[in-house]
């Protein structure tokens, strides 16, 4: 069986030698070769992942087996995300294992088990935006300046106060 471990870490300071770690002690156990696909300092908010990329190009050419990777959160950036690439994978004919919640798509089980834990997650992920949202207007109403610092012009109003989807 070929694996494809995918990992990653939000910030450049941050390491993934311990996710990598125990998807490679997962995947020996089974017996399986694998291939690594590491995205460094790359937000899950992030459109284009440069490992997660390249690893949809692989199953695309079929060449592995299984993805097997750390946790739900280090792969989606939110649920319709997940979804659509985990719909692909299975349409490939590509099993997903996920070590921190248990998951094994091929089983029918292990299907409704991520879906569940997908919504969860996509739902912390709006609950914490919008805390975010609510530290930024609360700041605001204070009269805290919010965005860049000014570099020596002179901003009208409407350049200082910018909206949260800026």
């Keep these: 069986m070929r694996a494809a471990i995918y990992a990653r870490v939000s910030t450049l300071d941050q390491n993934p030698e311990n996710q990598l770690q125990e998807l490679r002690r997962y995947c020996e156990a089974r017996g399986w070769s694998a291939v690594e696909f590491v995205d460094h300092g790359v937000s899950d908010a992030k459109e284009s992942r440069p490992a997660l990329d390249a690893l949809q190009k692989e199953a695309k050419r079929r060449r592995f087996d299984v993805l097997v990777a750390w946790r739900l959160d280090r792969l989606g950036r939110n649920l319709r995300h997940l979804i659509l690439l985990l719909d692909e994978l299975h349409a490939l004919g590509i099993g997903f294992v996920t ?55 002179r901003r009208t109003t409407r350049q200082r106060c910018w909206t949260a989807s800026s």
């Design 99 to 153: 070590l921190g919640e248990g998951i094994d798509t091929t089983s029918p089980t292990g299907r409704l088990v991520l879906h569940v834990l997908g919504a969860i997650a996509e739902f912390e992920r709006e609950r914490m935006r919008e805390r975010v949202v609510a530290g930024l207007r609360r700041a605001r109403t204070q009269g805290q300046r919010l965005g860049t610092p000014n570099s020596g012009q």
